[in-house]
Nanobody, 121 residues
Framework: QVQLVESGGGLVQPGGSLRLSCAAS????????MGWYRQAPGKERDLVAR???????NYADSVKGRFIISRDNAKNTVYLQMNSLKAEDTAVYYC???????????????WGQGTQVTVSS
């Protein structure tokens, strides 16, 4: 019903920046919230940042002050600006959207396939 397509991952040096994008498409009445999660090798998938509105966001402590999440509701797109990247940020980053499909339906979670971010010198 809903597809999420991520882009912007890649290889970057420590201290560098990357911007991730995720566009939602399909049968959508309203996207309640969007977010980014990441999973490093041997680790659980953890929340990086989530956004409901510009004044309602949540960040993991490890990225607070370095990453910025934003949302373009007209484009059904969420962005993650990642600055001052560290080796510890290396992970597969997954886009998430909490979506109300129709006015008669409850909201459901959807996930992208993930995009690799590697921070290395």
């Amino acid at each position: 019903q809903v597809q999420l397509v991520e882009s912007g991952g890649g290889l970057v040096q420590p201290g560098g920046s990357l911007r991730l994008s995720c566009a939602a498409s399909g049968t959508i009445f309203r996207i309640v919230s969007m977010g980014w999660y990441r999973q490093a090798p041997g680790k659980e998938r953890d929340l990086v940042a989530r956004i409901i509105s510009s004044d309602n966001t949540n960040y993991a402590d490890s990225v607070k002050g370095r990453f910025i999440i934003s949302r373009d509701n007209a484009k059904n797109t969420v962005y993650l600006q990642m600055n001052s990247l560290k080796a510890e940020d290396t992970a597969v980053y997954y886009c998430n959207a909490y979506v109300r499909i129709t006015p008669l339906s409850s909201s459901r979670d959807f996930w992208g396939q993930g995009t690799q971010v590697t921070v290395s010198s």
